[in-house]
């Protein structure tokens, strides 16, 4: 799994490869000799080292998809990596929601209202400040997986641009671009960028997309990030939950 991590001027995206773990070396060598003129050990402190070795047991080594998940766990945590855990959905008053009919499933904010938009196949606002909002789009398609269009980064490429060809933008930056396996191992784009807008000012975007069963899924999550009232942090961990709990329905 790759992940970018951009830092906050734009266009700065940089290559952050994944090394993988190197496996500890084995307790056998082909070049060591048969016979040892070494002592035996002495049974007590062979009993005190199996004792030792109970106590200290060896590091689990990641493989490298674990550690890319965990990595992009990190990143899309702010450095919080247990955060998802630790604060159930009920707590940050989120509650799931699922279309069977096009086939999507994620959690939303239940204070927020379902209200109708053209163009839209669900959108919730926030009570009393539409413009933050959580809306997803379905449209049909001819792949059968998202990296048959492209890599993350060309697909945050697309966004940036779609993004800076409305009249409205007055600058765009790009926080970060991830993948993650959703249901069955399917490809899951997550995005993050700065919007500064002449209808609304400064605004905090997350997207995710998918494709499954010949359709492109699509979640836009915007929220006000103002320099006189930024995002805080118990807002931002509720919107990465809705944007990591984006995925393909359940069959049933």
């Known amino acids: 799994m790759a ?32 016979h040892s003129s070494k002592k035996p050990m002495p049974r007590a402190a062979c009993l005190l080292l199996q004792r030792r070795a109970e106590s200290h047991p060896p590091p689990n080594y990641l493989s490298r998809r674990s550690l890319g998940l965990s990595v992009v766990a990190i990143f899309l945590n702010g450095c919080l990596p247990n955060l998802q855990n630790a604060i159930p959905a009920q707590q940050l008053e989120l509650q799931r929601y699922t279309d069977s009919d096009q086939g999507f499933t994620l959690l939303r904010p239940s204070s927020w209202l379902k209200v109708d938009k053209a163009g839209a196949t669900v959108l919730f606002e926030e009570p009393n400040k539409g413009s933050n909002n959580v809306g997803v789009v379905v449209n049909p398609v001819r792949l059968t997986t998202l ?13 940036i641009q779609a993004e800076r060809r409305k009249e409205s933008t007055k600058d765009v930056v790009v926080i970060g671009y991830a993948e993650r396996p959703g249901q069955g191992g399917l490809q899951v784009y997550e995005f993050e960028y700065e919007v500064d807008s002449t209808r609304g000012g400064m605004k905090r975007i997350f997207s995710a997309a998918f494709v499954a069963s010949k359709k492109l899924y699509l979640v836009n999550i915007t929220y006000s990030d103002k320099p006189e009232s930024p ?4 807002t931002r961990t509720m919107l990465e939950q809705v944007l990591h709990s984006f995925d393909v329905a359940p069959l049933t």
């Open 231 to 234: 995002l805080d942090s118990h």
């Open 147 to 159: 990296g048959e269009f492209g890599s993350p980064q060309f697909v945050a490429d697309k966004l």
């Open 3 to 34: 992940l970018h991590i951009c830092d906050c001027s734009p266009l700065s995206n940089h290559h952050h490869p994944i090394p993988p773990f190197i496996s500890p070396p084995s307790s056998s060598s082909s070049s060591s000799p048969k």
